[in-house]
């Protein structure tokens, strides 16, 4: 190669890092390479780790080691002085030597920190060889290691250097404790297995194909969403080999119709609206009503993962469809799907209700949420819901009840009750919400008896909890909650907070229930007076969480209860409902003795369902996600208040 052409390469460079250094101005954002001694003063030897000879995304070179020559640069290595200049010069030489036979060999030295590289020597063997796109460059990495913490990205890293250890891929930093357990879910690998040469390829080729189409023309790193990031959800509906097969324009659609939910699934905790009220549908606006006025039929169905016979969560929601038809009429054709318990068979069903012209569809299990993200982004004019909580995606919405609210008045009850001050718990699943249940239920007893001790047992691990505790000793216990209001789940004693008598007799005290039927009802009113109205461009994922106020929650109590604990739950119900009543406005202590509200104060609906510690009257754990029941990992995958591995 001539002087002449590398010159005119250097004037091209120099040209595009003028163009980047004045954009990065504009957006207030530093033009130069960030420098590691800035970010970290001091680097203890200890935490520094020789990690040899690696092929670094050049992407992921994003600095320096120190501050010397950072003003020669753009913040991705991007030259910025004159071509006459001893920098420019040098940087015309390796530009000949690169496209010449020889090429660039000798590696660069750097620091790994966090997944990102900073360059002690070799700024502009990094700068020419990411002016002509080198995908990889090789360097000498030594790796500093950040002191452990809680920390989500803290975390997420000592994850990374697990996925590392057997995969050697940089090219994936997630930010998120678990993600990487996820991803190798969905490439049905298990944790620790090493990765041939093969996958390998075949993986860095997938990624960067999808993040090629993710990334939209000209988009810098964007600091809201990883390109892995999306990868997941993308994920959660396609199989990895359609990586493989689908042309560019599919999977580019494919991208687009999810990417404002790969946007609110990387926002969580700012894209996620949590709503606790059920809004009075006459409150709609006037225009509004007038527009949605042709709007006098609606088509509605019903998808289940279960069928009634043998599941009493399908028979509270199938009475939620009788009350929906009870109170519409034939304003409302409602059609039922059942046995949707995979998901070629969830996503079957659905597709199924939309053919049969379905305006809205519930799905009514937690584990049908990604079928009906799958076929709410093919069918954007129906409307979808799924009975879960705390999701973010922004094409569906879902729904759950604050049962916690009910589960304080049986705990109450059973404060009342315990002779001995113990008190059997058994809990469902480790997932949103359960652990503020839990609490709930304690600190209800704690109020009526001080010296309550609850005894935590879970369904979702081997054994015979209920066996197990009242062969313990236990008298009063807290089992499921009622799927609907009828009375037989109460009398039954397998629902609610029974007792045992000293003859052996279970006598029911009270059951937290569900009404289904209300919640229907206020979504189907909401549509007929011109609710469900979505602003374009808004990327907010709705997420319905009603409790005794709007009448989807509520406690049945038994006939058998004293007079005065019959009393006492009553005054506590109506408060519950009226909102006079807070269960956790109180001093409230974890086990491990931190005081986490000191009476001061309300705990907001989000921190309420990512609770995930247990008050100091509880005995008993959170279980490992190693010792669920496979049959119940699946649900705690998807809604566990913990990080899970991979399958």
Not at 270 to 282: G, I, L, N, S, W
Not at 578 to 590: E, K, N
Request: charged share 25%; with cysteine.
């Amino acid at each position: 190669m001539s002087t002449q052409a590398a010159l005119e390469e250097y004037s091209l460079a120099l040209r595009q890092g003028q163009k980047e250094y004045r954009e990065l101005l504009m957006e207030n954002r530093s033009p130069y390479p960030a420098v590691l001694d800035e970010i970290l003063p001091e680097i203890s030897t200890d935490a520094v780790v020789d990690v040899g000879l690696v092929e670094i995304p050049s992407e992921r070179i994003i600095g320096t080691k120190s501050a010397g020559r950072i003003t020669a640069f753009t913040a991705s290595f991007q030259p910025l002085l004159d071509s006459k200049s001893e920098f420019g010069t040098k940087w015309v030489n390796l530009c000949k030597a690169h496209l010449e036979d020889t090429g660039i060999t000798d590696p660069i030295s750097c620091y790994e920190y966090l997944g990102d590289f900073y360059v002690q020597e070799g700024n502009k063997r990094v700068s020419v060889l990411r002016h002509f796109g080198a995908p990889r460059i090789p360097g000498n990495v030594k790796r500093v290691l950040p002191p452990m913490s809680e920390e989500p990205r803290i975390k997420a890293y000592y994850e990374f250097l697990e996925f590392y250890k057997v995969s050697k891929l940089y090219t994936i930093q997630f930010r998120r404790p678990g993600d990487y357990a996820k991803l190798l879910s969905h490439l049905g690998k298990k944790a620790g297995e090493v990765w041939t040469e093969s996958e390998r390829r075949t993986f860095s080729a997938y990624f960067h194909y999808f993040r090629d189409v993710f990334r939209k023309p000209g988009e810098r790193v964007s600091p809201e969403i990883l390109p892995e990031e999306a990868l997941l959800l993308w994920l959660e509906l396609y199989p990895f080999q359609d990586l493989g097969r689908l042309s560019t324009p599919e999977l580019k659609k494919s991208v687009d119709d999810l990417r404002k939910d790969m946007m609110s699934t990387a926002n969580k905790e700012e894209a996620v609206k949590v709503q606790t009220k059920a809004e009075d549908a006459t409150k709609t606006g006037i225009l509004n009503r007038i527009i949605s006025a042709s709007t006098d039929h609606l088509n509605v169905a019903f998808v289940h993962q279960l069928n009634p016979t043998k599941s009493t969560w399908a028979v509270g929601h199938d009475r939620g469809r009788e009350h929906l038809e009870n109170v519409f009429g034939d304003r409302i054709t409602v059609r039922s799907y059942f046995n949707a318990d995979n998901t070629e068979r969830a996503e079957e069903a659905i597709e199924h209700a939309v053919e049969d012209g379905a305006q809205v569809v519930f799905t009514t299990a937690p584990p049908l949420v990604l079928a009906t993200l799958k076929a709410a982004v093919k069918h954007p004019r129906v409307r979808f819901l799924n009975c879960s909580v705390n999701q973010s995606y922004t094409s569906i919405r879902t729904y759950y009840g604050r049962i916690y609210e009910a589960k304080f008045i049986t705990g109450a009850i059973a404060g009342a009750m315990a002779q001995n001050n113990r008190i059997g718990y058994i809990a469902s699943y480790p997932i949103f919400g359960v652990p503020a249940s839990i609490n709930a239920f304690a600190l209800g007893a704690q109020m009526t008896n001080p010296r309550a001790q609850i005894e935590l047992r879970w369904s979702c691990v081997a054994g015979t909890p209920q066996a197990d505790l009242l062969a313990d000793g236990i008298r009063v216990l807290s089992n499921r909650d009622a799927p609907s209001q009828s009375k037989m789940y109460l009398d039954f004693c397998n629902y609610g907070t029974y007792l045992m008598s000293d003859r052996g007799e279970l006598i029911p005290l009270g059951a937290p229930t569900w009404i289904w039927g209300k919640f229907y009802e206020f979504v189907i009113r909401s549509i007929f007076a011109g609710g469900w109205k979505r602003e374009k461009g808004e990327s907010t994922a709705l997420n319905y969480w009603l409790g005794m106020d709007s009448g989807v929650i509520d406690v049945s109590l038994s006939d058998k209860l004293p007079v005065g604990v019959r009393q006492m739950a009553q005054i506590l119900r109506k408060g519950l409902s009226d909102g006079t009543i807070d269960p956790f406005f109180r001093r409230v202590v974890a086990q491990d003795g931190t005081v986490k509200n000191d009476g001061t104060h309300h705990f907001s609906p989000e921190y309420l369902l990512h609770m995930d510690y247990l008050c100091d009257n509880i005995i008993g754990s959170i279980p490992e996600f190693e010792d669920i029941l496979p049959i119940s990992q699946g649900m705690v995958r998807n809604l566990g208040v913990y990080p899970v591995p991979a399958e």
